[in-house]
């Protein structure tokens, strides 16, 4: 009787064969859904998300534990991906500083954002209250692969000032938000690191350590809290350039929108160091809008009303 020899993989090879399946289904689903193939078909997108996101966060004990630093940046990606193809949107905002005494001062403002295929995302907002804000305006071209490009209309001053690298981690507009604070979180800016997952309220969440790349950053390292299905973001702390907790940004108030998109209604930065804080109330989120290239020119930012 002929016997049959068979060849089995020693496990930690299998484990790494399966990670690598993994990582390249789940390239070639977010590479469509970067070129917008999948936008006219949005659950077969969001179910691409969500297989994937089960896949890497259910990875075998071995790959697991190979790389924490790759478990970061996968699920990054997913994070990011879920963001992508809104194409664009408007909404409106009520801007909430408050004083370490409680006392609070308001302001209405208007946002308008533009996807960009290949790169990141064009943003403009645009002061309407109080009166001695009102006509002001702050133009961001998101980039991908280098710093992003930002501009402040002054209106009293009728001139457009660029923001330099050097001074993104200054105060927008007295607010606790910084200047780089108000971009998108591009994945190729940071370096990440997978730190657990946790119960965070009736969710669970995903803990990952974001280190900025940037060296004009005003922060050594980010700790952002992203539920384990959708990828919503729920809270993310900034340490500054010493390594001490300096802010505390929450999310809270998700709703999903035609599409199948998840916004946040409100924001709120607590500021440890001075006892200040800011809240972003947004409303009004208008999807598919008219938008387009010329809307987001220092030349159109002259011309705001």
Known sequence: MSSVLVYAAPPAMMARRLENAKRLLCSSLSGL????????????RWAAT??????????????????????GLQIAKTARAADRGFGNYTAELSMILRNRRGKESRR??????????????KTVFVFDNPKDVKGT?????????????????????KRVKRISSSKRSGSFMGS?????D??????????????????????????LEMIPTERGSGYSRQI???????????KTEYYDRKNDHLKTLTFSGYKKYTGG?????????????????????????????NLSEKDFTQTSLRRIR
Not at 53 to 68: D, G, K
Not at 261 to 289: C, I, R
Request: charged fraction near 20%; aromatic fraction near 12%; charge should be negative.
């Open 182 to 207: 108000l971009t998108i979180p591009e994945v190729e800016k940071f370096t990440y690191k997978w730190l657990r997952n946790e119960p965070c309220g009736n969710l669970t969440c995903t803990v």
């Open 33 to 44: 859904r970067r070129s917008n193939l999948l936008h006219e078909f949005r659950p077969i």
């Open 261 to 289: 998109f998840w916004k946040p209604e409100n924001l709120n930065m607590v500021n440890h160091a001075t006892g200040k804080s800011t809240d972003l109330n947004w409303s009004n989120y208008q999807f598919n809008t």
């Open 224 to 234: 952002a809290w992203h539920d384990t299905k959708e990828f919503r973001v729920w």
């Open 108 to 121: 209405s403002l208007r946002i308008k954002v533009l996807e960009v295929a290949g790169d990141g995302n």
């Open 50 to 71: 969500a297989f994937c996101a089960a896949l890497m966060l259910n990875a075998v004990p071995e790959a697991a534990a190979q790389s924490a630093a790759e478990k």
């Open 137 to 157: 305006a702050f133009l961001i071209h998101g980039h991908v692969n280098k710093s992003d490009d930002q501009w402040l209309y002054l209106p009293a001053l």
């Open 176 to 180: 606790e938000f910084a200047y780089e």
